[in-house]
């Protein structure tokens, strides 16, 4: 039978699970990892900084849906990563961070660069986990994989002891896992989508805000069917510019802040209500605005504001799921921002 080392089963399960790129500083114990790597066809690439790797390897997921890798060594490797950990967690960026470790025998023993990553990761990551052994590993990327993209992306980190790097063991007892599916597709309820339909169309100034979670969506075709079917203005932010062109006659980010305070529905479209947008809070917004929240996490719904409808779900199935009845009912509602 053939005997196969841990690099290879750790770079064995992340081709299975269509990881294209590896950013990373590399050093003992993860040499043979980046090397097992680039051996299975994974493109890695050498960074001078851990946090620049695990920048790079979140843009990578963000802008393709899947994640890429970010490969430390133990102890200030890790430690240098937690800031592009904390950063793809707090912009819902897919990333999987793959850390070095002391050896599993001396662990607390102070061996070299020896710290408590795992501990140190939970507070930046969706999933943290170490493998119990050789054969666990496929199932610990592959959950981290999975974990990285399921509802509101994120980071998630897989510890892995040196000792195991150069480890071997026999490739008929590992246990293969086959790739993780893209995350899965969800709906809002009917009745409340009718009800946020009833309420854009009663609206005299409605306004679309889309966020980062329409362009992470791909819900280009969908959000201009919709501004453009129903004559809705929209603002975008920052990360959801491009959405809808900005050239578009109904972007009304020349008139932002009128817009805010002057709209008495506000449509968001996977957008928070964070310090960019004021909070949702008056001044800047009516006092009586009626918010109808789209996203897919449920925990972010009624942050700071309650909304008057939640729509949960992929953002891209709901705005089509707007779109029909919308269409149905007519909407010719425009903002009236100039009068």
Known sequence: MEEVTGA??????????????????????VIEVAMAA???????????????????????????????V?????????????GGMANANA??????????????NQETTGAFQEFPQVEACRLYSKFTARPSSLVAIPAVIEKAVRSSMFGRPGACYVDIPGDMVNARVDQSHVRQVTCCPPPPVSLAPPTEVLKAVTLIKQAQRPLLILGKGAAYGRAESEVCELVEGCGLPFLPMPMGKGVVPDQHPHCV????????LYADVVVLLGARLNWMLHFG????????????????????MGNNVRPAVALLGDIRSVVTQLAIPSAALSCTAHMRLRE
Request: net charge neutral; charged share 15%.
């Open 8 to 29: 290879q089963i750790i770079a064995d399960a992340l081709r299975t699970q269509n990881v294209e790129y590896m950013f990373g500083v590399v050093g003992v114990p």
């Open 281 to 300: 809070f008056p001044p800047r917004f009516n006092t009586h605005v009626k918010i109808i929240q789209v996203d897919l996490c449920a925990e972010e």
């Open 91 to 104: 912009n819902c960026w897919p990333v999987v961070v793959i850390g070095g470790s002391s050896d599993q």
């Open 253 to 260: 980010s020349a008139a932002r802040s009128r817009a805010l």
């Open 70 to 82: 970010c490969l430390v060594v133990s102890g200030p490797g890790l430690i240098h990563a937690l």
């Open 38 to 68: 680039q051996a299975a066809g994974i493109k890695y690439v050498g960074m001078r900084n851990e946090q620049a790797a695990c920048y790079a390897a979140s843009a990578i997921g963000y802008l393709t849906g899947r994640p890429a």
